[in-house]
């Protein structure tokens, strides 16, 4: 009876025994099946990281995505639709310079394959004339932006507000190239524009208004100069009070061009608002602001010498 109990028992265990080793092979072999992640886990992990904030983790999800996107055919789009990602997430760290050269790659990838005026291309184009005043590479944002103003023109119209920011791109490229002449028209057409769309007595226009005066300034046109800078601190007082940052820098400007004239009356008219622009930006906190105030003094000595050794604290 016993011996007939045990061969059961010994039996069942062995049954146990083959049951779990089954489980366990089974096991084995369902893990084995995993696939490698592919390039729209990474890709989608990658956006969903970007969109809560995580761009460092996003980063690495784009870049894991492009290892396997660069061992596809030549012609698959996914490379550039990776690299455009990437530059974006490189632009929010703050890392331009690679930014710049994901942007670059994405672009090329985009006009072996989508028509020359493809909306996504075009986009892409915008943001590289972005990424290449981000760089210093002021020459190469103008030309890229003057391709992507006559899109803009042609599908949308010459008067839209889309157009007016990238005339001013075109306005910062060619101020820093040192043709204040010729960026002139192109930032009395924003101005125009920001003033039909707005209306003429916006904080856009208000911006506008001194972008020109300085244009104006850099070419010794110092009458015109000075009436357009006296039409934007009138607006930046209007838009942003008296004591405000941006008014700061809007009567410095003013200031400037009235001390580089050849009249005792501005020049004390300047002096007064130097003055008042530095007490204002003295107030300001963070680098930035440090920075600015630290540049008006500089000019307000330079151009005031009876200012002495003002200095910022």
Avoid at 161 to 188: G, M, Q, T, W
Avoid at 293 to 307: D, F, G, H, Q, R
Wanted: charged letters at 30%.
């Amino acid at each position: 009876m016993n011996k007939k109990h045990n061969r059961r028992r010994y039996r069942a265990s062995g049954m146990v025994c083959a049951l779990a080793l089954s489980l366990f092979c089974g096991a084995a072999s369902v893990s084995a099946a995993v696939p490698e992640p592919s390039w729209e886990s990474y890709h989608r992990h990658g956006k969903d990281n970007f969109e809560r904030g995580n761009f460092e983790v996003a980063l690495k999800d784009f870049q894991k995505a492009l290892d396997l996107a660069e061992k596809f055919p030549a012609n698959d789009p996914r490379r550039g639709k990776t690299l455009n990602n990437l530059a974006t997430v490189y632009d929010y760290l703050g890392k331009y310079s690679e930014a710049c050269t994901a942007s670059e790659l994405s672009f090329k990838y985009g006009e072996k394959l989508m028509p020359p005026e493809d909306p996504t291309l075009m986009k892409r184009l915008d943001f590289l004339a972005t990424l290449y005043l981000k760089t210093n590479q002021f020459t190469k944002s103008e030309t890229a932006s003057q391709r992507y103003l006559k899109y803009i023109e042609k599908t949308k119209s010459k008067d839209d507000k889309e157009c007016a920011r990238v005339l001013d791109n075109i306005v910062v490229s060619l101020h820093a190239l040192k043709k204040s002449a010729e960026a002139e028209p192109y930032a009395k057409r924003a101005l125009t524009i920001w003033e039909r769309t707005t209306n003429e007595e916006s904080k856009s226009v208000a911006k506008e208004l001194s972008v020109i005066a300085g244009l104006q300034l850099d070419q010794k046109k110092y009458a015109e100069a000075e009436a357009t800078s006296r039409r934007a601190l009138g607006l930046f007082v209007k838009h942003y009070s008296k004591k405000d940052p941006n008014t700061a820098v809007a009567q410095a400007s003013l200031a400037e061009i009235l001390a580089k004239q050849d009249s005792a009356e501005k020049k004390a008219e300047a002096d007064a608002l130097f003055k008042q622009s530095i007490a204002t930006l003295k107030k300001g906190r963070g680098e930035q602001s440090l920075k600015v105030t630290e540049s008006v003094t500089k000019v307000y000595n330079e151009l005031i010498p009876s200012a002495g050794a003002t200095s910022v604290r």
